[in-house]
């Protein structure tokens, strides 16, 4: 477990340079995800005895919209090798409410921990089960000889010797023909070929029928143990060779790995590498002397307590700790503060991180900085036109400030404003790309005023359009 899903052995240091090549700045709250990860790596290494008492600092991320704090989330997912899900503390009620319960953040963390290592499994058994789908798609080429016995000879003492020794010649006949079309298999010729396989009918799983409510893990239990006592049916498919590979080689690498071993890895897994991004924290948070609704929000602050305490949940796969997972909480706090969520919650954040609104400099690097940019995004998506998309630094500099002009005028929706913006700049040409003669556009400060200076003046007419 600690080779595969390792926490991560990345420095501090080299994990804030894989977020700098996607997220400008917030260079604290960078620094704290990265000492976070490396504090499970450290966790590790200590004496089992100690390895208990250790659990993860808990980071509450704060800061308005579009400054970087989901984005952070989002590439840490792809950055660790752990399981990691991001989701919305408003979707969850409170215990007795309808809707999902907290303790379904924790099962889907089992799910995804199972995912990861059933595909890590697969990986590992993925040669023998080409091997054997390869063996499969043979057999539909090059069926086996069917022996010709008879039963009523046996039954009055007949022999099948001369039935036999009819059949000993066609052997060579049948292997010589499987290897022929083995080579041409592996040559890659077959691959259009359209065949007709049986595959495992897997049946239309009951979506819907207890989502959204405490009765889900429930409803999940009994559909598996549906699937489990009825027998698996088998249908005919036309495909092609390709297809049915991919097909064969899915079936056997299942059939190769034990279920109940990936099960027992990834609850232990999810217990001490799993992350839980908890989003839009803020909306949970209570004012004051609150009634009506505000009455579930807290109820919801207090059914998540237990879970980022440390509590054990029912998964599925069996029982899951959580006092090693680490949450890491984020909300905007423009209508509640930090002190507004339960006394007990906010203790179990201990490391708070403020995200800085984005100037002028910060939509400059946005626009063109990171591996993916904004800008570079536009010009491979106009380049399939064929059409090529210049802009100059004097354009960047006046949109970087009009992104930061009318986030002080209307609603500060940080770095999403610029997609707003390139939106509206760009919509003409994005219309007459392919009609375009001259394939070059270029786009300078005077053609960004003039696609944008007109909405910008209008205050109100920003609020509707920007």
């Known amino acids: 477990m600690e080779e595969l899903f390792g926490t991560n052995e990345q420095t501090p240091r080299q994990i804030v340079e894989e977020l700098n090549k996607y997220i400008v700045g917030q260079d604290e709250a960078k620094k704290s995800v990265a000492i976070a990860l490396r504090n499970r790596w450290r966790s590790r290494k200590l004496p089992a005895d100690m390895q208990e008492d250790v659990v993860p600092k808990n980071i509450l991320m704060i800061g308005s919209t579009g400054v970087g704090k989901t984005e952070i989330a989002r590439r840490l997912a792809k950055l660790v090798k752990a399981p990691f899900i991001k989701v919305e503390a408003t979707k969850f009620t409170e215990v007795g409410y309808v809707g999902r319960d907290v303790e379904s953040i924790i099962r889907d963390l089992a799910e995804t921990s199972v995912r990861m290592v059933r595909q890590q499994r697969i990986e590992s058994v993925q040669d023998k089960a080409k091997e054997m789908a390869e063996e499969r798609i043979l057999d539909v080429f090059v069926p086996e000889p069917k022996k010709n016995t008879n039963p009523l000879g046996r039954l009055f003492g007949g022999s099948d010797d001369a039935e036999e020794k009819e059949e000993q010649p066609a052997e060579p006949k049948y292997q010589a023909g499987r290897e022929w079309v083995r080579k041409r298999l592996q040559k890659g010729e077959l691959e259009q070929e359209t065949i007709e396989i049986d595959v495992e009918d897997s049946g239309k799983p009951m979506v819907g029928m207890f989502a959204g409510s405490s009765l889900e893990s429930m409803g999940d239990n009994i559909q598996d143990m549906i699937g489990n006592l009825m027998p698996k049916r088998h249908r005919k498919r036309k495909v092609t060779v390709e297809q049915a590979r991919k097909i064969f080689t899915q079936e056997e690498a299942d059939k190769l790995i034990d279920m109940e071993a990936v099960a027992d890895e990834a609850v232990k897994v999810a217990e001490y590498s799993g992350i839980v991004f908890l989003d839009e924290i803020d909306k949970v948070a209570v004012k004051g002397n609150s009634s009506g ?28 700790k959580t006092d090693h997972v680490l949450f890491i909480a984020a909300g905007a706090f423009h209508m509640a503060k930090p002190s507004d969520l339960i006394p007990e919650l906010q203790g179990r954040f201990p490391i708070r991180v403020e995200l800085k609104s984005l100037r002028k400099e910060d939509f400059q690097k946005i626009l063109t900085e990171p591996q993916n940019a904004l800008i570079k995004q536009y010009q491979a998506m106009l380049a399939t036109e064929g059409v090529e998309l210049e802009f100059k630094d004097e354009a960047i500099g006046r949109l970087a400030q009009l992104a930061c002009d009318v986030n002080e005028q209307a609603e500060d929706i940080g770095a999403r404003r610029l997609h707003t913006l390139l939106e509206k700049l760009l919509e003409e040409v994005s219309f007459t790309a392919p009609e375009l003669t001259e394939k070059k556009v270029v786009i300078d400060a005077a053609y960004v005023d003039k696609q944008l200076a007109d909405i910008v003046v209008n205050r109100d007419l920003s609020q509707f359009i920007l």
């Open 293 to 320: 609704a505000d009455v579930s929000r807290e109820g919801v602050q207090r059914d998540i307590l237990p879970i980022v305490e440390g509590s054990t949940v029912m998964t599925k796969y069996g029982p899951l």
